[in-house]
């Protein structure tokens, strides 16, 4: 195992904070917008909005983990968003096949997308950082 973080993982907690930031963001204070702008049927402003704060926290956290340099202090949150990442993008590729009314299939694909790059990403340094190579 590698005891000190990668630059591309340094890179990747960085990138995925400003993605993060700026869905929470969206949700939190402009969901009505979004809402609009996406087509999304399933208007609930409260979730929305706690959804908004999920994001940033995840924000949050992964900018926490880009100040650091070891990976044993953030391998609890790369797991945490393999997981979180993994179950999000089955949850929004099984609610497009189910609800074909879901929203925009456009903007729906371009979340699956960020989801699934995320995913690999933080899959990807989990292992090479446990391999140790």
Known sequence: MKEDISKLLKLTFL???FV???????????????KDITG???YDPVTGRILGAVFIGLAA???L????????KVKIVVQMEIV????????QIVAVFMF???GNPFIVWIQIGILIFFFVAFAWFYFD?????
Do not use: M
């Open 100 to 102: 074909p009314n879901y």
């Open 61 to 63: 956290a992964s900018l």
């Open 84 to 91: 979180w990442l993994f179950i999000g993008t089955a949850v």
């Open 15 to 17: 990138i995925h904070f």
């Open 20 to 34: 993060a930031i700026i869905f929470g963001l969206i949700f939190t204070f402009i969901l009505e917008l979004y």
């Open 65 to 72: 983990c880009w100040r650091e340099t070891k990976w044993q």
């Open 40 to 42: 999304w049927k399933y």
């Open 129 to 133: 950082q446990e391999r140790g190579k």
